[in-house]
Every structure is written in structure tokens, then in C-alpha cells.
């Protein structure tokens, strides 16, 4: 089996090739060009795989890249995928996040191996926006959202994943393309990009405990205190963490095991869209919680400051993911527990901040 995945040096691309060279896949990648490396998530694998330079914006590039090494799995993962940014830069994450899905069907429409070839499409939780359906609970009403739950997108981001997601439900009943879409709900790891909030948390806090045991090794009596925007420790400083929104509520859960439904979803014999989701969802708070206990750090309110500046135009405040239909017709479940996930973040990123203060390179896996 072959497969090519467009935006492979992402946290959920590493996880994939990963997942598909265990499976005895022949894995192509496709990345962009850039002035520095980008594979840092994919050193460790570069040797076995296929890296091709290409771009989902570039429609003949694409078709070339499909003609040439036919595969039998095509998978999406390619896209401007920062909802903060996508405010910023609309018209760049339209082109990479809308515009690149077509050019993909397009090709995989016009190739000699249309019947043959099954193509997944990473959608997005955030395409329910402010929505949720609601059932009955012992407590109230719980809110929630499923497959049945209408999108009400609440970003250019979220708009341009729902142009996509519609785009492959119209390719797949008007040209009979084995195309199917995967909602994941937040999915993140030791991998995930600095500018996501769990990863800027833990990352933040692996620079930090690193720092203060520099810097109470450097006294016999130590001295803690704080101003408005740093921690101040025997006199030295360290920037405290700025955050946005504390009470937006998400549906956390770790990539490995979100790329394995990416893969299960290709080997229906039917194509279909999928909620992939933990069915919990915990605050920022949570989030902090979970990750500063791991450093034993109970009070963390003292070294976080809430910043407007990291609040959207137009916020999500809840998403919990229903993925009863994954796990009935897939056979898909989760195994990271959410405080596994936060436990194991937290501690790749001491480790790499231990590696980086000792002058030593850290490696990605």
C-alpha cells in the first residue's frame, strides 16, 4: 500500500507516517519549501519515507504529485490551522485550508486511479462554532456535538474547513470519490505547534522549572516574589505566562490516537464523515491545573497574566465531541486520558528545555 500525506511535518502528519510505516506503508510526504528545515517532527522517520516538495495551493503540482506516485491513500492534514492567525490572515488561510481541498479532489477526479483511491480530509471541531446539540442528563441538560449538530463556524478558519467539508461530501455524491472527513475535536501533543494555548502552556513551563532551579541552586536563602508581569526569584526575573480566554471549554485529546481513526476511516468500505472526540471537556483552567500540579505547583494563578491581546474577535466557548458513531462503526477508542496527555506534554518540554540550557540538541519522537 502506498499513501501520500499532504502536510506531513505537522504534529498529526509525524504521528500518521509513523502509524502507516508500522502498517508496511510506502509513505509519501509532502512539505513546502522553506529557508530553514521544518522536520523536526519527522527526523526520526526521514530515512523511510518519500519527502516530495510541493504545495495544496498549487493545483498542478498536486495533480503531478498524484500521477506520479499513485497511491492509494490520499490524506489532508495541510492547512493554515491557527485559528488566531486566520484572523489576521484570511485570504492565506482560504487559499491553504479551501482552496488546496479542491485542488486535491480535482486531481484525484481527473486521475486514471479515481476508483481506486480513498482520500481523508482532516475537518475541524471548530466548525460547530457556538453550536450544540443537547440530551437529558441526571443533573440538567448536557450540551454536546455529534455528526447531526449544524455548523455555525466563528472564524475564517472555521469557515474555510467548512468549505472543505462540504466539498468532499459533494465530490464523493456527484463524481463518487472515496472521500471521507474526519471532525476532530482539539487533539494535541508533545508535537504540537508553540502558537496552540496547551502547548504554549507546557513549553512555557518547562522553561520555567528549568529556570528556577537555576536560580535557587544559586542561594543558600531563597527569596520569591512577583510584579504585575514577571516572577522574581533571588533577584533574577523570568516573564510570567500571558493566556487569553481561561474559561473557553475543549475536548482534549492526544494525536496518536486521533491519527489511528484518520486511518480506520480509509479502510471502510463506504466513505463517511466522523466525529473523533474524547466526549469530555475541560477548561484552560483544567488545562493549567493538570499541568502545573505535574511540577508540583498547586497556586499557578501568581504566574499567569490574563492578556487581551490573546482573546479572538469571536470566541468558542464549549466543544465536547460525541464519537459514538467512530467507535460503533470504526472500532475506534481513545487511550490518553486528558491528564496523561497535559503529564506527558509538561515532560517533553522539561526535557527539552534541560537539553537546551546544557548546550545539547533535543530530539523529536
Known amino acids: ?18 502509524l502507516l510505516l508500522s502498517k508496511g506503508y510506502e509513505v509519501i510526504g509532502v ?10 517532527n519527522i527526523n526520526h522517520i526521514l530515512q523511510n519515507i518519500v519527502l516530495v516538495e510541493g504545495d495544496v495551493t498549487d493545483g498542478f503540482n498536486v495533480a503531478k504529485i498524484i500521477e506520479e506516485h499513485r497511491p492509494d491513500e490520499i490524506y489532508n492534514l495541510a492547512a493554515q490551522s491557527h485559528v488566531g492567525t ?16 479542491l485542488n486535491i479532489l480535482e486531481a484525484i477526479r481527473y486521475s486514471d486511479r479515481k476508483d481506486e483511491i480513498r482520500f481523508y480530509q482532516a475537518s475541524s471541531s471548530e466548525m460547530f462554532g457556538k453550536n450544540f446539540s443537547t440530551t437529558k442528563g441526571r443533573f440538567g441538560d448536557i450540551k454536546f456535538q455529534d455528526e447531526n449538530t449544524p455548523f455555525v463556524p466563528q472564524s475564517p478558519y472555521a469557515i474555510a474547513k467548512l468549505a472543505a467539508h462540504h466539498l468532499v461530501r459533494n465530490y464523493r455524491e456527484g463524481y463518487g470519490i472515496h472521500g471521507s472527513c474526519g471532525i476532530l475535536f482539539n487533539h494535541e501533543s508533545e508535537r504540537r505547534g508553540e502558537k496552540f494555548v496547551t502547548r504554549k502552556i507546557t513549553k512555557w513551563i518547562g522553561e520555567y522549572s528549568c529556570w528556577q532551579d537555576s536560580v535557587y541552586s544559586l542561594s543558600q536563602t531563597n527569596r520569591y516574589e512577583t510584579d504585575d508581569d514577571n516572577i522574581i526569584i533571588n533577584g533574577n526575573y523570568f516573564p510570567k505566562l500571558r493566556l487569553g480566554n481561561l474559561d473557553a ?26 466525529v473523533i472526540g474524547t466526549g469530555e471537556t475541560y477548561s484552560v483552567r483544567d488545562f493549567l491545573d493538570a499541568a502545573f500540579k505535574h511540577i508540583e505547583i498547586d497556586d499557578w494563578e501568581s504566574c499567569v497574566v490574563v492578556d487581551p491581546e490573546f482573546y479572538r474577535p469571536s470566541e468558542v466557548d464549549y466543544l465536547l465531541g460525541i464519537p459514538k458513531k467512530a467507535e460503533s462503526a470504526l472500532g475506534w477508542k481513545r487511550d490518553v486520558s486528558f491528564s496523561q496527555l497535559a503529564e506527558r506534554m509538561v515532560d517533553s518540554d522539561v526535557e527539552k528545555a534541560r537539553l537546551r540550557r546544557s548546550g545539547l540538541q533535543a530530539v523529536s519522537y
Open 1 to 18: 500500500m502506498k499513501a501520500v500525506i499532504f502536510g506531513i511535518t505537522g504534529q498529526d502528519g509525524s504521528y500518521l507516517a509513523e
Open 31 to 40: 512539505t513546502r519549501r522553506t529557508s530553514t528545515p521544518n522536520t523536526s
Open 86 to 101: 486566520s484572523f489576521k490572515q484570511p485570504n492565506l488561510t482560504w487559499d491553504i485550508t479551501a482552496g488546496g481541498v
Open 249 to 274: 471549554k475543549r475536548d482534549w485529546g492526544h494525536a496518536q490516537d486521533y491519527v489511528n481513526a484518520m486511518w480506520l476511516m480509509l479502510q471502510q468500505d463506504h466513505p463517511d464523515d466522523y
